[in-house]
């Protein structure tokens, strides 16, 4: 098949699953008492199996909530400028994750309680050359690997307006496990349990954390300022848990036990 052809076909199914999203957002929000919480890729809090159905600790807390709350909710994992977008306009009521920023408050209220609080860790290849102890300034002289276009904890941020350590991006946890395996970088700081799931995926056990984190993130589920829904919001608020139970399962699941840490 000529390859413009192929490119015709894969832009149209593109658009088609983009039609068929909002769709779905615009369908649910007619109903009254069903909230859409869309998502991002954030495993194995929230992400989407093979067949594309949303999957994860989130989904299960959820679930959970929805059953005791009598709240029917629909999950869509997108991306963060559509997410944004959707809860921007009230099309989509709820967003996860998303820290505190008093930015975010002109569109989006926060509870009073974060449902998770992400451990932003220091990995390395096993055995390294140096020791970290929770002080940035142990990171100093390294080579240190961050998410691209990920929002970094404050602490991190102190490393890097520093300028005592050179700091490179990547797109994708996977490339930052990578290149700290072939030892292109002393470490990264990445979330913990999303960077333990995708190390258990890559079936490697040269990368590991140190045992202090860098900094701690408060998580939230934002509420759209836009979405009429804030009753049944704060329905299924009642019954929602937090992720921390979920997590300390999940953690005691991993088939690499404690070989994940330093």
Known sequence: MPSF???????????????????GISSANADDNRLVLVG????????????????????????RASQRSGVPVDLVVSNWP?????VKIGRADLIFPVVFTPDRQDWLEYPDDPVIRFEMMVFARVDPDFAFNGQVETLHGLRIGKIAKGRMHPEFRRLEESGKAEIEGRDTLEQLITAAHH?????????RLMTLWTIEKMQLDTVQAFETPLGVSDIFIGFSRMSQKRAAWQKLLEELESLESYKADYLASLSSGQRNKF
């Open 183 to 191: 030892s292109r970088l002393d470490a990264f700081v990445t979330p």
């Open 40 to 63: 991002l890729q954030a495993p194995p809090y929230l992400y989407t199996d093979q067949t594309g159905e949303p999957r994860g600790l989130l989904v299960e807390a959820i679930t």
């Open 5 to 23: 052809v192929l490119k015709a076909c894969a832009i149209f199914r593109v658009l088609c699953l983009g039609l068929f999203v909002m769709a």
């Open 82 to 86: 559509r997410a944004q977008h959707e």
